[in-house]
């Protein structure tokens, strides 16, 4: 068997042959040249098979698994077959550009400490533009774990003998949010880092897991923030503290005095780390502080794309709820009685 290669490209492919030929060549294109491409073909049922068979390239190793395993045992699969001291993900409709291999490859071999590093990206397809990355130092990305996944996952590089030792891989608890799941447990052993530049070219379009099977996936995502609270000591949570919560990682709360009550919660996380130590006190509440803003931005476009009378509706709500103590008529003082 040859030596070990410094990379190993792990790429799942099911039923992406409009896809699969550009996604391969940017990989066999890149700058650095040590890897192999391990390409598992998820027993696809279009012409994906064919058009990888028609690449020849000695650093291609394909993996024919049928009948359909779907995406979390192929991609254990991929992690349990990989070769490389690095593993990097690549999905089939995506483009990686010339230079993220090494990139990344240069990043991991001069910070030891860390061991997931993802970068920015850009949208192509049907919705293009900006990706969503924010956070890219570990104290951040440690944190905003608790509210949303800060990686893309075709970006990621891991360090393997991480995911070895601490015996971790995709759990099959999380359908549609695996990669979340494994950043979560993968957080309790090593570093993290998002590197500021545009190494993918991430294609949106109607078949993609997000689009399809979002019910599912927002109840795997729900499960993830709920294990990773109760790490804070946040147990039993409540689905209006849950709703509260994933305000803060982007989401919409449909009740007046939200400000009020997303500033109580933020109170709550702050003091539940004060107990666990989990995370820095001044980067936790530096993030606080950023999300109840995005969150109020956020809510004043929404309110502002409101009919009208729905919105003054909403508008006096919340003036009476934020001011109802204020406005509630006060007791007269009772007198001691005499001795």
């Not at 700058?31 to 994906?48: N, P, Q, V």
């Not at 030891?112 to 590093?117: A, F, K, W």
């Not at 004043?300 to 006096?316: D, F, H, S």
């Amino acid at each position: 068997m040859n030596a070990a290669p410094a990379i190993t490209v792990l790429m799942p492919v099911h039923n992406a042959a409009p896809f699969v030929r550009a996604a391969i060549d940017s990989i066999l294109t890149q700058s650095w040249t040590e890897f192999e491409f391990l390409i598992i073909d998820d027993g696809s049922s279009d012409d994906s098979l064919a058009v990888i068979k028609g690449i020849a390239d000695p650093r291609i190793r394909l993996v024919e698994q049928k009948p359909n395993q779907g995406i979390v045992s192929t991609l254990n699969s991929g992690l349990a077959l990989a070769r490389g001291r690095y593993i990097a993900r690549m999905d089939a409709d995506d483009l990686a550009l010339p230079g993220r291999l090494e990139q990344q490859f240069n990043f991991m071999e001069s910070h030891p400490e860390v061991g997931l590093c993802g970068t920015y990206f850009q949208k192509i397809g049907d919705d293009p533009g900006p990706g969503w990355i924010r956070f890219h130092e570990n104290a951040s990305l440690q944190i905003a774990l608790l509210f949303e996944n800060p990686f893309c996952h075709p970006t990621v590089m891991m360090r393997r003998e991480i995911l070895s030792r601490h015996q971790l891989l995709y759990p099959a608890d999380a359908p549609h949010a695996e990669e979340y799941a494994l950043w979560a447990r993968l957080a309790r052993h090593t570093h993290f880092a998002n590197l500021p530049d545009t190494l993918l070219h991430y294609r949106t379009h109607a078949r993609q897991v997000s689009r399809l099977h979002n019910a599912i996936q927002c109840r795997s995502i729900d499960h993830v923030i709920r294990t990773q609270l109760a790490h804070l000591g946040l147990l039993r949570l409540s689905s209006g503290q849950l709703a509260l919560h994933q305000v803060l990682g982007g989401g919409f709360y449909p009740l007046p005095g939200y400000i009020a009550h997303l500033k109580k919660w933020t109170r709550t996380l702050v003091v539940a780390n004060a107990r666990t130590g989990l995370f820095d006190h001044a980067e936790l509440t530096r993030q606080l502080e950023e999300r109840l803003r995005v969150a109020r931005d956020y809510h004043e476009r929404m309110l502002a794309e409101m009919p009208p009378v729905r919105r003054l509706k909403w508008r006096i709500s919340t003036w009476l709820r934020h001011h109802a103590d204020s406005l509630r008529p006060r007791a007269e003082a009772t007198p001691l009685a005499s001795p």
